[in-house]
């Protein structure tokens, strides 16, 4: 056997869970799809003393339409978000995010919860997350607290959730029906990590941009916000944009690290074309009458 | 450390066993119950060879734990064939179009296929593809798997890139 010795819990319920989180006092480790996690402890690079496996919590399930928004569970298949049809028209974005996701294998296992609470820098989930500006509900025996995706991501792999915290539900806000999506990854072959790719969505009315959420992944020890080409591309007529200018200010919010794949000032180089022929490309497209 | 009594079904027949939780899938097929057509290759989710059938859809086993599969219906390669050993579809279309050289990763790509094609509707071929694109293979260049693939969706040709 390959990982590490642990003793196994499958509570039916969050309470449960979080009795159990709140008793380990940081031991434990959850285990959700385990796409990511089950390799962590076959290397041994991860030897919880306790693992609480979640995905018998009938209330961390199910998509459903909310005043505002949509709520996801946190333990909903990646698969299951490709397959839904109401998402495809709700936050198409997301579903095409959730589509580069490791492969249809991992797919079948792998959460959205898990992949936002892992907070790999490269993924595209989180990142997708920031840009819609979700947000996630943590509980533990201490109470429950709503955190914005935008405030979640402290470094690789580092998020503001605490070790006795479970995530219980991932609030999307609704977008218009109208809604551009943008997304655009590039990785070495489909289903690997991504170098690097841009995710989010814009609102178009009367040639200007009236709503944009924009975030990089593998841009930077988290997911990247694009604050300053949001502020600076919001309520400008998008005919008279000067692109080159906008897409430096695109990766001025980000903060690449050189490594095997790729250096530092390739991912800026590659990612000022990708935001161009990304971004660019759809807005241009989505204000044709 | 704990121990855990897990009930399954796999190819049709009941199983029950006691398991240690870090006990992965994979190893519970293969050394417990003795389905040694599921292979294991890197085990840590990368090469695809161990992947089975769980309630329906493809999964790698070396990425769940045995206890997880608790009431689970399983199929592994030794459950496709039929009794009197006419192959299934997936494994006649390996077959014919010579998808296989040492057949390590074989039973994986198997699976995957089969648990796609099984429903009902016919996927496209670009739902095969990038479904294989979750299997690595060191002998055929995999062109006698894409074949397979194109021949399963009905297609002759594949998608355009």
């Known amino acids: 056997m390959k990982p590490a010795p642990f003793d196994y819990v499958a509570p039916q319920t969050i309470e449960e869970a979080c009795e159990r989180l709140s008793e380990a006092g940081g031991g434990a480790t959850l285990l959700a799809g385990g796409q990511s996690l089950m390799p962590l402890l076959a290397l ?13 919590i009938a209330a961390l399930k199910g998509i459903s339409r909310l005043e505002g928004g949509t709520r996801i569970g946190p333990i909903v298949r990646q698969n299951a978000i490709i397959a839904d049809s109401t998402l495809a028209g709700d936050l198409p974005v997301l579903v095409t995010a959730t589509r580069h996701v490791g492969h249809h294998q991992t797919r079948n296992r792998g959460t959205i919860g898990g992949s936002i609470a892992l907070g790999e820098p490269a993924a595209e989930l989180p990142a997708t997350a920031v840009a819609l500006g979700a947000s996630v509900e943590a509980r533990s025996t201490r109470g429950t607290r709503r955190i914005a995706a935008a405030d979640l991501y402290l470094g690789p792999y580092a998020t503001a959730l605490e070790p006795d ?48 959420g924009l975030a990089w992944f593998g841009m930077g020890p988290t997911p990247m916000r694009a604050r300053q080409v949001e502020a600076a591309l919001i309520a400008q007529p998008i005919a008279k944009l000067d692109w080159r200018g906008v897409a ?13 794949h790729a250096t530092a000032e390739y991912r800026r180089t590659v990612a000022r074309r990708v935001f161009e ?4 490309a759809a807005l241009a497209a989505g204000r044709e009458p | 450390m704990s121990e855990h009594g897990i009930q399954l079904t796999i190819n049709g027949r009941p199983h029950a066993a006691t398991v240690e939780g870090r006990l992965t899938l994979s190893d519970f097929l ?3 119950a003795g389905y040694t057509g599921v292979h294991v290759g890197c085990e840590h989710g990368v090469c695809g060879a161990c992947t089975v059938i769980v309630d329906g859809q493809a999964v790698r086993s070396c990425l769940m734990l045995a206890v997880q599969a608790d009431g689970a219906s399983i199929t592994t390669v030794e459950g496709l064939a039929a009794d009197d050993g006419t192959l299934h579809p997936v494994q006649q279309a390996l077959r014919d179009e010579h998808a296989l050289q040492c057949g390590f990763c074989t039973p994986g790509v198997v699976m995957t296929l089969a648990a796609l094609t099984s429903g009902a ?5 670009r739902t095969l593809l990038e479904a ?30």
């Open chain 1, 44 to 56: 041994r690079l991860s030897q919880p003393f306790i693992l609480i496996d979640i995905n018998r």
């Open chain 1, 165 to 212: 915290e479970l995530m219980t539900d991932i609030h999307f806000p609704d977008w218009p029906a109208d809604t551009i999506p943008l997304f655009h990854e590039v990785a070495m072959r489909p289903g690997d990590f991504a170098l690097l790719g841009l995710t989010g969505a814009a609102v178009v009315a009367d040639g200007r941009i009236s709503r944009i």
């Open chain 1, 248 to 260: 430096e200010l695109a990766i001025a919010d980000t903060a690449p690290l050189d490594d095997q």
């Open chain 1, 277 to 280: 022929s990304t971004v660019r």
């Open chain 2, 30 to 32: 293969r050394i417990k």
């Open chain 2, 121 to 125: 509707g016919k996927p496209s071929a």
């Open chain 2, 132 to 161: 294989l694109s979750g299997h690595v293979c060191r002998c055929t260049g995999y062109q006698g798997i894409r074949r397979a693939a194109l021949k399963l969706a009905g297609e002759s040709q594949g998608p355009a890139e």
